[in-house]
């Protein structure tokens, strides 16, 4: 028995899901289109990136060769290794819909088997009779935005409104998901939280995946700018994780960034809260160091998605991902005889594709650490093989759903 860790670049699909057109997402491929740009310089960027995409340390992994399995097309610009030095696939989606809460519990063990509540991408995102019980179980004068829309460009929109009259900035997306933006100091930390935790309480019965309290900083005269004090309000998985099984065994859960969130605060044993991916990679290195045998240390890098995919920043997803494949070799200097890494993605979120929202796609499955055998695992028919797998590599009972590769 040793230790695992299980990495999730938030949004790194690899395009081919097998029902990605029930989805409008028929052809969708994050990497595989950010490939292609950088091959035509159209992911350049003066000071941040330029030329193909860069990624050795994940191709000689079987990155290309996963993508490969996925869609059926290399990526441009990434040449495979004649033999992969990791344990390489892709998995394929089974849970319904393509948010984040429904991806990393497929991985933990739980594919979601019934249908989230969404609000219309027309019109007012929350009715009239919705909105009376926001405005009286939160005690405010109203709300400001009501719609579908990108958080930056919505705090950009009415920053000053909400200061000048009190009312929280309330918006969605093609997620099951009500998001509410507030000022840290002109409307307060902790009462957008409070805020949050009633709004959630009031969603509940319409099976709303999760309410997010996004605070920003900022005036009208300089810009507004979300902070790293996000906070995610899930409702808990449909049945016992990953995490539950080992915590319920007496191994330490370290979740890094928003996996406590994800997962409703259930099978954590501890938090390590970081904002940006180079801050949560450094906090993923801390708690490598502190993991004991048997323990799991569950990240999630979240700036793929939300910086660059949901904005569709081309260049800077390739820049994102190429400073991930940088830093991997310290990770690859942290580990210890019979630890296994895993890497791999919750959903797609294709930076070149039409409007802000997630694309339904497969994902790859990376492996490696000292005496993990190079080879390749195929497609996987469920993300939850995964959980199964890293279940069986710490010695622990099978997980309700998934089949080890191991």
Same mark, same amino acid.
């Given at each position: 028995m040793a230790r695992a860790f299980l990495f999730v670049l938030d949004s790194f699909g690899i395009g081919g899901a097998p029902d990605a057109g029930q989805y409008g997402d028929a052809g969708a491929d994050t990497l595989g289109h950010i490939a292609e740009y950088a091959m035509t310089g159209l992911a350049d960027r003066k000071g941040l990136r330029e030329g193909p995409l860069n990624l050795p340390h994940l191709v000689s992994?079987?990155?290309?060769?996963? !993508?490969?399995?996925?869609?059926?097309?290399?990526?441009?610009?990434?040449?495979?290794?004649? &033999?992969? &030095?990791?344990? #390489?696939?892709? =998995?394929?989606? *089974?849970?319904?819909?393509?948010?984040?809460? /429904?991806? #990393?519990?497929?991985?933990?063990? %739980?594919?979601? %088997?019934?249908?989230?509540?969404?609000?219309?991408?027309?019109?007012? =995102?929350?009715?009239? =009779?919705?909105?009376?019980?926001?405005?009286? !179980?939160? &005690?405010?004068?109203? +709300?400001?935005?009501?719609?579908?829309?990108?958080? *930056?460009? +919505?705090? &950009?929109?009415?920053?000053?409104? #909400?200061?000048? *009259?009190?009312?929280?900035?309330?918006?969605?997306?093609?997620? /099951?998901?009500? %998001?509410? =933006?507030? #000022?840290?100091?002109a409307f307060g930390l902790e009462r957008l939280y409070t805020l949050c935790r009633k709004v959630r309480d009031i969603v509940d019965p319409l099976n709303i995946g999760r309410v997010i309290a996004r605070p920003f900083l900022g005036t009208e005269e300089k810009g507004f700018t979300r902070t790293g004090n996000r906070k995610d309000y899930s409702v808990p998985p449909p049945g016992p994780t990953l995490l539950d099984v080992a915590s319920e065994a007496g191994r330490e859960v370290i979740a890094v960034g928003k996996i406590d969130d994800i997962f409703a605060h259930q099978g954590v044993t501890k938090i390590r809260k970081a904002s940006g991916n180079e801050a949560l990679f450094a906090a993923t290195l801390d708690a490598m160091d502190e993991a004991k045998d048997g323990d799991l240390v569950f990240t999630n890098f979240v700036d793929f998605d939300m910086l660059y995919g949901h904005r569709r920043d081309v260049p800077g997803y390739a820049a994102a991902l190429e400073h991930f494949d940088r830093r991997l070799p310290a990770v690859a200097k942290k580990l210890k005889p019979g630890d296994l890494v895993l890497m791999t993605a919750d959903h797609g979120c294709d930076p070149t594709w039409r409007g802000t929202d997630h694309t339904r796609e497969r994902v790859p499955i990376l492996g490696f650490g000292p005496g993990v055998q190079a080879r390749s695992i195929g497609v996987r028919g469920s993300y939850a093989d995964i959980g199964a797998s890293v279940a069986r590599h710490l010695k622990l009972p099978a997980t309700a759903h998934g089949e080890s590769f191991l």
């Open positions: 992994l079987g990155l290309s060769d996963a !993508a490969f399995m996925a869609s059926g097309a290399w990526p441009a610009g990434l040449n495979p290794p004649a &033999r992969p &030095r990791g344990l #390489h696939g892709a =998995a394929s989606e *089974t849970s319904l819909g393509k948010d984040t809460p /429904s991806g #990393h519990w497929e991985i933990a063990g %739980q594919p979601v %088997q019934f249908e989230w509540g969404y609000f219309p991408a027309e019109g007012p =995102a929350f009715d009239e =009779a919705l909105v009376g019980k926001f405005m009286e !179980a939160g &005690r405010i004068p109203g +709300i400001l935005g009501n719609r579908h829309a990108s958080g *930056t460009e +919505i705090i &950009r929109d009415f920053g000053a409104e #909400h200061i000048a *009259t009190g009312k929280p900035i309330f918006y969605t997306s093609s997620d /099951s998901v009500v %998001q509410i =933006a507030a #000022h840290e100091e």
